[in-house]
């Protein structure tokens, strides 16, 4: 069966630090790769979304960045962290355009 | 663009009993997807039920169903038989394979039940 792992679960940095989020998928190929933000009393926005290796596409002007180094990992970076950036990040992925998203256990970042 | 619009902000139910969340979506596509998430307090977001649009039946998972009126626009979950496990934050999801493979999302109801 598929899983997905992310880390660290709660993370607390601050403000002008470097970020580095982590998140792999264990059981398929291939993978759909996205990252969400959940702001406090909010839905989820999504922040990026990897088709492969090395292509990334971003959704939202900001000033974090991901990467795909491998098949089925996906890192979140940020260079220099905002107050703005502090939330609950969540992994997820699918195996294609027509499948259903599951998420990882979410990171919860606090930005001081 | 997609919108999901949820207008219950937070229900109470009895264990035991039935409850009814409705969604609200609008888009011009014809083949799209929808889903119900639960987000019980450890955040960590979980599938609860799926529809394809081009299907006619309501999608049933144990004890979620899904009313599905495509006409409308209209997909609500009802939740039978109530158990305190179901506490959660219950959002309404829109997918379309034409789209950016952006999951739309509504903002949520919350779901408290009661023992």
């Known amino acids: 069966s598929q899983t997905i792992h992310q880390w660290p679960a709660t993370l607390v940095q601050p403000v002008g630090s470097p970020l580095s989020l982590e998140c792999t998928v264990e059981g398929t190929s291939n993978p759909n790769l996205y990252w969400y933000r959940q702001a406090a009393g909010r839905g989820l926005q999504l922040l990026f979304y990897s088709v492969g290796i090395g292509q990334i596409s971003s959704e939202v002007p900001q000033n974090l960045s991901a990467s795909r180094p491998q098949d089925r990992q996906f890192i979140l970076s940020s260079k220099k962290l905002l107050l703005s950036d502090s939330g609950f990040y969540l992994c997820?992925?699918?195996?294609?355009?027509?499948?259903?998203?599951?998420f990882g256990e979410g990171s919860w970042l606090t930005v001081v | 663009a997609q919108t999901v619009t949820q207008s219950q902000p937070e229900m109470s139910v009895q264990e035991a009993e039935t409850v009814t969340l409705s969604c609200t979506y609008d888009?011009?596509?014809?083949?799209?997807?929808l889903f119900w998430y639960k987000q019980p307090p450890s955040r960590q977001m979980i599938l609860v039920i799926r529809?394809?649009?081009?299907?006619?039946q309501n999608a049933t998972e144990n004890r979620f169903s899904v009313n599905f009126q495509k006409a409308a626009k209209s997909f609500s979950l009802k939740i039978s038989d109530s158990q305190l496990g179901d506490t959660a934050m219950y959002f309404c999801?829109?997918?379309?394979?034409?789209?950016?493979?952006?999951?739309?999302f509504g903002k949520g109801n919350q779901v408290v039940v009661i023992p």
């Open positions: 999801a829109f997918f379309t394979p034409y789209g950016n493979n952006r999951l739309a």
């Open positions: 888009t011009s596509e014809s083949n799209y997807y």
């Open positions: 529809q394809e649009a081009y299907k006619q």
């Open positions: 997820a992925w699918s195996r294609g355009q027509e499948d259903t998203i599951y």
